[in-house]
């Protein structure tokens, strides 16, 4: 027989397989706990197949993100997996957001990503008394043609970054929402598009709540990623001390591409080809997050959009043509990570959404995918 946890007083107890999602009474505390339904074991028909070798092309794609993570490998040293992200949620035509503790290089990575790509770039430093005019812009009397002009806040920029945003109040969290989602900002009754290729970094402090506003569910599925950095590792640490002995990396970055090559990047991966099994593994992983015991919010149609597009992002980084399987589950955590709420009694079972989506991979079946990467 499986063994449970009491919510209540954390006792492991045993209960018969055919009592899952019932409730059962706690042989020490008596509180009535229902139990989770547990997921089929995986038989041989479930087993993962091998992932499929492939070649990197010689794509533009993969030249030019290569180029840009190599030369942020300058400033950021020893986190290539996690420069990778970020260059593919900018191709993937989405926003990041960067969520650590203080001192591991979050505005730094903004900044070289900047640095990297000939294009304008500007910073938003989130504070509790920001207002959204000075996010998006006002309107300035001119005495010379006794007329209101139209000055741009930063917000109109290429890449922008929103440092610690969750410092900044809902009123003015707001203002970026409609650039993220649509392109364009909306001020005194005038829409002026922003001009591409747009990202929006955002940087926020998990472990400072003094001051702060906390984004709320709907806001954080607006991003493509979450990600963090953490420490380095020693000699990562090590290297890097001796690069900033003189000069900061920073100072002396150039770029390495421009817009016009991100924008066609962009359309190139949309050329990226997903398989129809490989589409449909995306939407049963998507619909094993909906009925899950241990999650009170499933991902959403969005969310399966975001795990393909960021999955033919993926792909076209390392130089394929196609989606494997093994490209949605390299990245589902980043993708999927900050759209999901646990319940809080998984909670108090020590539960987690890297966890639950742990055992969402090792649940649903992967589907076999052709060495081409099309349907035979």
């Known amino acids: 027989m499986p063994q449970y946890n009491c919510v209540f007083c954390s006792q492991p107890f045993l209960a018969d397989e055919a009592m899952a999602g019932r409730e059962v009474a706690c042989p020490r505390c008596g509180a009535r706990n229902r139990l989770p339904v547990l997921p089929p074991s995986p038989g041989p028909a479930a087993k993962s197949p091998e992932p ?4 990197p092309l010689a794509s533009p794609v993969f030249a030019t993100a290569s180029r840009l993570i190599d030369n942020m490998e300058r400033v950021i040293v020893g986190k290539r997996a996690e420069l990778t992200l970020v260059v593919m ?8 957001l960067l969520e650590d503790v203080p001192g591991v290089a979050k505005t730094m990575l903004a900044r070289a990503l900047a640095g990297s790509i000939g294009c304008q770039f500007k910073r938003i430093q989130c504070t509790p008394d920001l207002l959204p005019n000075d996010i998006t812009g006002s309107s300035i009397f001119n005495p010379k043609t006794t007329e209101f002009e139209f000055r741009p806040g930063p917000l109109f920029a290429q890449i922008v970054l929103a440092d610690e945003i969750n410092r900044a109040t809902p009123r003015a969290q707001a203002a970026l929402l409609e650039a993220m989602a649509e392109r364009k900002v909306t001020a005194d009754g005038n829409n002026y598009a922003l001009t591409p290729p747009f990202l929006l970094i955002a940087t926020q402090n998990p472990v400072d709540h003094e ?4 984004l709320p569910e709907a806001q954080l599925d607006r991003f493509l990623v979450r990600l963090s950095l953490g420490y380095p590792q020693l000699e990562n640490e090590v290297s890097m001390l001796q690069r900033l002995r003189v000069e900061h990396p920073i100072d002396t970055l150039t770029p390495v591409t421009t817009a016009a090559e991100i924008l066609a ?3 190139a991966v949309r050329q990226v080809h997903a398989d129809e099994k490989v589409i ?15 999650l009170l919010l499933g991902g959403s149609p969005r969310a399966s959009m975001a795990l393909l597009h960021c999955a033919q992002a993926y792909a076209a980084i390392q130089g394929a043509d196609f989606i ?7 990245i589902t955590s980043h993708v999927l990570g900050h759209r999901l709420i646990l319940r809080p009694e998984s909670r108090l079972r ?12 090792n649940t649903v079946p992967v589907p076999p995918t052709p060495a081409s990467g099309f349907a035979s």
Do not use: M, N, S, W
């Open 52 to 55: 499929v070798a492939r070649e």
């Open 280 to 294: 449909r593994y995306v939407v049963q992983l998507i619909r094993a997050t909906r009925e899950h015991y241990d």
């Open 89 to 96: 949620a900018y191709l993937a035509e989405g926003h990041v």
């Open 324 to 330: 494997t399987p093994d490209d949605v589950k390299q």
């Open 211 to 214: 001051g702060t506003f906390p």
């Open 265 to 267: 990047c962009q359309q």
């Open 350 to 361: 020590k539960k987690t959404v890297r966890t639950v989506l742990d055992e969402v991979l």
